[in-house]
């Protein structure tokens, strides 16, 4: 069975662009979180979607917007970029809402987002 | 405001020791804790999840053990290999809200 699948897998982009990455959870899994991990840090929560709802936001600007579609893929949208967005931006899918006891979740390999 | 600190200093140790890693974290009271491998360049892996009314719980050669009292939870793997070397990613989750701390990097040297 396939994993949590990102795309791009790396990409460059301008200051004041916007950037869509798209991620693929497993399939059955209804809940998509997405993640900011800069080097040599922990990953930050951004979203939390579950059911095509939103069910959790991390402290992050208007700038940072998510959606999650009907057969549960989910896309993450960055507007008017800046250089401190430069990171890798992690996808995570579970089969229930992360905050339901004994939920494992499986990250994807990341998206590499450099703003020059 | 909510904070995590994971073991400052890297870890290193001898093959077939015992890695005992630190997550402290204050102001937080976390429905359950789990632990993460990252090795460089690619995404978090699952390891363990332990609840808030868990002490203790046990996978292979991991162990977590999670006190609410002191704030804090241990992970330790033992019989240690080289393969082991990686980083290892504390979080805190509740009402559907991950926080991670920045990690402890583990080597394992034969």
């Known amino acids: 069975d396939a994993g949590v699948t990102q795309s791009p897998t790396h990409l460059i982009k301008t200051r004041g662009q916007q950037v869509t990455l798209r991620c693929s959870p497993i399939s059955g899994h209804k809940s998509v979180s997405w993640y900011q991990q800069v080097l040599g840090q922990g990953p930050q929560f951004i979203f939390q979607y579950y059911e095509k709802e939103e069910r959790g936001r991390g402290n992050f600007p208007d700038r940072f917007s998510a959606r999650q579609f009907p057969n549960y893929s989910s896309e993450l949208n960055v507007n008017a970029l800046l250089l401190g967005d430069s990171a890798l931006y992690l996808c995570?899918?579970?089969?229930?809402?992360?905050?339901?006891?004994?939920?494992?979740?499986?990250f994807g390999e990341g998206s590499w987002l450099t703003v020059v | 405001s909510q904070k995590i600190e994971q073991n400052s200093e890297a870890l290193n140790i001898q093959e077939g020791k015992t890695a005992t890693l630190t997550c402290n974290y204050t102001?937080?009271?976390?429905?359950?804790l789990q632990w993460y491998r990252q090795d460089p360049g690619r995404g978090p892996v699952f390891l363990l999840l332990?609840?808030?009314?868990?002490k203790e719980k046990r996978k292979e050669r991991l162990k977590v053990t999670f006190d609410t009292t002191l704030k804090q939870s241990l992970f330790h793997i033992t019989a240690s290999q080289p393969a082991d070397s990686a980083t290892y990613l504390c979080?805190?989750?509740?009402?559907?809200?991950?926080?991670f701390g920045d990690g402890t990097t583990l080597t394992v040297k034969p």
């Open positions: 979080a805190l989750d509740k009402a559907g809200k991950s926080t």
């Open positions: 102001n937080y009271s976390p429905a359950y």
């Open positions: 995570a899918s579970s089969l229930y809402a992360v905050d339901y006891s004994g939920n494992t979740i499986y």
């Open positions: 332990i609840r808030e009314n868990e």
